[in-house]
Every structure is written in C-alpha cells, then in structure tokens.
C-alpha cells in the first residue's frame, strides 16, 4: 500500500499577488481512493491542474506517477487519466467511436482498444449500445462510459474532478462502485467532490481551506479527532470557522 | 502521426453528421454564386421603355425600330400625351421613356440638330442610370449612322470604347471573385471559431489538454478538415463559374490555387484568433458573421469602389483581409497576371496569417497558465 504516486512537497502556485496554493504538502498511495475536498475558491482546481501537467508550479517539488511536473508534463499525461464534470464524450459520435478515439489519443493499438471495447461493453452490460450516439443514453449510463473512457489506457492514477456533480443518488452510488472496482484493479483515484457522504467513502481525505491543506486523514480519524459523527461535521468545523 | 489522425477523423465525423454544417460549408457557397450571378446583376436585357412621340416622321420611327430591336429594351407603350408619363411609371413596368420633340426629324435635316428626352423611373437609380446611358449609346451611334449621307458638312470624331479584359461588361466577373473572397473568409472562420469554442463549452477541451495530444495538435487537427473541404469548395466554385457563367480563368490556374490556400489559412488562423477571444459558440458566431461579413461586403472592394470612399474608410479597409484576395484574384482570374503584380499583396495576406497565429499562440498559452 505504501506505494507512493503522488508526492507534494511546498507546493506553491501564485496568481501575480494571489497565492492559490499555498505550501501543500501531500502524498497519494497506489490502489487508494484519495478524496480532495474544499469550499468552492479554495484552491482545489488549481492543484488538479498542477498535477495533471496543465499548469506549472510556482515553487516547491511535485512529482506525479513517477515524473515531474515541472519538465516532464508529456509523461505524466501519459499515465493519467481525467473526467469532469462535463462530459468528456462527443455527443454526436457513437459509444464505439468515442472509445476508439480516446483509444487512439492515448496511443493504444488498434487490436488494444478492440479487445477493451468488448471487454467494457460486456462488463457495463452495453453491448447493445455500441453503436448508439451519447446523445441517446441516458445520463447515468453516459457517466459510467466516461468514466470507463477516463481509465481505458489503464492509468496509473485517474483524477475526478466532481464527477458526480448534478446526478441522482442511486446513479452516484451506482458510479461508487465503479470507483472501487476501478481503485481494486491499483488504479489511484484522485476524487473531487462537494457530497459530503461521497467523502465517506474515500480511504483518505483532505480538505482545503484558502489555498492551504488544514486536514489529511482517514474519515475515522478525522472524526474522532473533531469528534464529529460525519465527514460533513468535520468540514463545517474546519472550513467554515464561526 | 496516428493520434492525430484519430483526432482529424473525429473532425470529421462531427461535420458530415451535422447538416446545418453541411449546409453552411457546401449550399451557402453554390447559392451565393447562383445568387449573386444571376439575381444581382448590373447588364440590362429587355428594360421596358415607353414612347412618346410627337412628331412620328421617317426618322423617328427608325431610331424607336433601332432601340427596341437592340435587345436592351422592349417597348411596354405608345404614349400620347405628357400626362401618360407619370401614369406609365408608376404601373412600374416602364423603366424610361422616350420623348421626340415636334418636327423632329425635319429639324434634323434642316438645322442639323433636334432634341429627344430621355425620362428614367429615378427610383431606382441603377437601372435609371444603365437605361439612360445605354439608350444614349444607340442614339449617339444612330446618329453617325445619319451623318454619313446627310450632315456631311460638320466634323465628327466618333471615339470606339472597348472594355479591355470583360468585353461585354459582364457582372460575373465582379461577383465570381467577390463571392469566392467573401465565402471562404465568412466558413473559414465562423466554423474554425465554432468548432473551437463547442470544445470549450462542452467540456471535453479540458479533456483533449490533459491527454498527450500537445495543443498545436488539438488546433491542428480542428482546423486540418476545413481547411481541406475549404480547398474543395473553391474548385466548386471555379468549376460553376466555368460552367454556368462561361468564366474562365485567365491566369495560371496553380498561382490561383496556391493563393486560394493562403487566403484560406489566414481565414483558419483569424477563425482560431477569434475563438480564443470569445467565451462561447454565441459569441464566435457573432463576431464572424457581424464582424467580417458586413466589412467584406461594403468596404473590401467587393462591390464599391475603394478609390471613391472617403480617406477614413480606405483606412479601414486597409486592415480587412478579403480586400487583398480581391486584388489578386481579379488580377488572376480576369486579367490573367502573374505573382510579378500581385505579389505585394500576397506578401501582406502572409504577414496577416504569421500575426493571427502569434496572437492566437500567446492567448492560448496565457489561458492554460
């Protein structure tokens, strides 16, 4: 378990004056479901950007799947994988097409991204969606897809960035589970989330507040460090001070 | 190379499935020139004129035989009196009318000058100036015809007017060009800058950054498709201009081709710029449509003379691209030149193209900081 992919030391991206992220300091162990929580402004985004290879530090080191973010951003794009809020997929191609095309934008063989298809297609029971457009499935089922897409090269990390913004409950806990399955097979997940509940089910979480980290732990300890009976009690004490 | 072209067949595959984009890149170009070439035409052919002749002698009956047998004009009228003028025009049929003096065909011979009146329906001040001048032309020519036998006493200098390059002043040869300026400016930048700007609103930009696609790739390969259908709609073009118009192209069919391409890489590049400044597809519609369709039309050239606008407007349109395409590919297409008289124009459409894609470059490197 002690397998670091993502170590943070000072981490420190400034906006001219503004300091979005200040002196972070974290690390994410392979196999771990790693929740990223924060009140809106907080400085989250900035971080996910920085580590996916969008964004350079201002100062301090980062090192993400093994490279570094500020020289190596070519191989550690290579070994992510990403989904927003919005959708990732095209809505006028088929399922098909959009696995073949991020298939391909990923450098994976033609025989590769066949063999997966069909694996996926089996496992999320689509096959009879192949060939539909996005724009006929039903949110839900497009989720899961573009979660399945997010992890098709078999990434060593993949980040969330609110995935499950705007969704019903069954189809959240639905996306969990996928989240397990997908944590279960080593892949890290990097989550983002405003669901308090979602944060339960992360091995550790941390929380932003004004562009610093106040907490890291498991939900457990955190809670009884705060003594608060949920996640939701602990961020309110922590982010929101009275 | 093979995530690229992934990434250029799903550009692809986004066109041909949508036919509003369909329509825009492939009907608007065929109905503009079909449009512009037979609607919007500045010839005359079978203008209605009435008569109005007072004196009905030998002679005026020749010059009305020779008017309306010239092919311009047809007779809608007799009129009797001055009263029937106003009535004739506004039935709206009646483009002009003609007037013969009393004893004009004596007074002719006699004095050796008589006086007709010309009275054009003012309201529509393109025709009324084509009517008068045409019908001035055969007037003036049946005259010479006359002077030959009977007013051999006075000295004429009769000038032979030829249009060097258009003949017989055929509108075709101002729309054609026009047309293919305006169309490939207008598609070439409205759907680089949609297809952009659908990325970002929808999200999966962010997504295409954060794979290994390196952005010049991601801008690339949007931009790849249009610029080959683009390249395609111009042989279209050309092709129907030949075919329905009889318009040939007089120059080096390559030079024309080549320049064509960089016309269209500068409209890509603008397209690119434009959607880096505007927030969603709303905005990079507007500002193509608003902001390069209006300017192209009325100032590049296109229609109004340059050298007749006031300075201020020079000015302006001195910044406009499609004023630059029109001067080379008029030169090219009508009067058959090569790259030795156009090539200062050339130059400015490379320099134009070099400094969309360095601002284009700098705001997209701004906005990933």
């Known amino acids: 378990m002690n397998n670091t992919v993502i170590s943070v030391h000072n981490l420190v991206k400034k906006f001219g004056s503004f300091v979005a992220n200040d002196n972070l300091s974290f690390e994410v162990y392979a196999g771990e479901i790693f929740g990223f929580l924060g009140a809106n402004g907080a400085g989250k985004t900035t971080t996910i950007r920085i580590l996916s290879g969008l964004s350079k530090p201002t100062s301090g080191e980062v090192n993400v799947a093994g490279f570094d973010a500020y020289d190596q951003t070519e191989q550690i794009k290579k070994n992510i994988g990403y989904m927003c809020q919005k959708f990732s997929l095209y809505e006028d191609l088929t399922v098909k097409e959009n696995i073949i095309l991020y298939g391909g934008i990923y450098g994976m063989s033609r025989s590769l991204i066949r063999k997966r298809l069909i694996e996926l297609l089996a496992k ?11 724009s006929d499935l039903p949110l839900g089922l497009r989720q899961k897809l573009a979660f399945s897409v997010a992890v098709l090269h078999e990434p060593k990390i993949v980040f969330l960035d609110e995935p499950t913004g705007g969704v019903d409950p069954i189809t959240r806990r639905q996306f969990w589970e996928s989240i397990y399955e997908t944590a279960s097979r080593g892949i890290t997940v990097f989550v983002t989330t405003h669901y308090m509940d979602e944060a339960e089910y992360c091995d550790r979480i941390s929380i932003m507040n004004d562009g610093k980290i106040v907490a890291l732990d498991t939900p457990e300890n955190l809670k009884k460090q705060y003594n608060a009976g949920t996640v939701e009690e602990v961020f309110i004490k922590i982010a929101r001070p009275v | 190379m093979k995530r690229f072209l992934g990434f250029v067949k799903k550009e692809f595959l986004h066109i041909f499935r949508d036919y509003r984009t369909l329509f825009i890149l492939f009907g608007i170009p065929v109905a503009q020139i079909l449009i512009f070439g037979f609607a919007v035409s500045n010839d005359i052919k079978n203008a209605g004129v009435a008569i109005l002749d007072l004196s009905h002698d030998e002679i005026t009956l020749k010059l009305t035989d020779k008017i309306i047998s010239s092919g311009f004009f047809k007779k809608t009228e007799t009129l009797l009196n001055y009263k029937d003028i106003d009535r004739v025009f506004k039935k709206g049929k009646t ?18 000058k008589a006086s007709l009146s010309i009275i054009a329906d003012g309201s529509e001040p393109n025709t009324a100036t084509l009517v008068t001048n045409y019908t001035t032309a055969i007037v003036n020519d049946f005259t010479t015809e006359l002077a030959g036998p009977v007013l051999n006493n006075s000295i004429r200098i009769s000038p032979e007017v030829k249009m060097f390059y258009n003949p017989n002043l055929k509108s075709h040869y101002m729309f054609v060009p026009g047309v293919v300026t305006l169309i490939l400016i207008l598609i070439c930048a409205l759907m680089t800058s949609v297809t952009i700007t659908r990325e970002k609103e929808f999200g999966t930009m962010e997504v295409l950054l954060v794979s290994p696609l390196r952005p010049i790739q991601i801008i690339l390969g949007k931009v790849m498709p249009y610029f080959i259908l ?6 279209l073009i050309l092709a129907l201009s030949w075919l329905v118009f009889d318009l040939p192209v007089k120059g080096s069919l390559i030079l024309l081709l080549a320049e064509c391409m960089l016309y269209i890489l500068m409209s890509l590049s603008l397209g690119i710029l434009i959607s880096t400044v505007s927030a969603n597809m709303q905005q990079a519609i507007f500002i193509s449509l608003i902001g390069l369709m209006l300017p192209t039309v009325l100032l590049s050239g296109f229609i109004f003379p340059i050298e007749n606008m006031p300075k201020i407007y020079d000015y302006i349109s001195s910044i406009l691209p499609p004023r630059y395409f029109i001067v080379i590919i008029k030169n090219i297409m009508i009067k058959g030149t090569g790259l030795m008289y156009i090539w200062k124009e050339t130059l400015i459409l490379i320099i134009m193209t070099l400094v969309f894609i360095g601002i284009s470059v700098r705001k997209f490197k701004i906005r990933l900081e």
């Open chain 2, 95 to 112: 483009k002009a009318v003609i007037i013969f003096e009393n004893d004009f065909g004596r007074k002719l011979i006699s004095e050796g």
């Open chain 1, 124 to 134: 999320l029971r689509f096959q009879e969606y192949e060939n539909r457009m996005i």
């Open chain 2, 230 to 235: 683009s390249f395609i709609n111009v042989l």
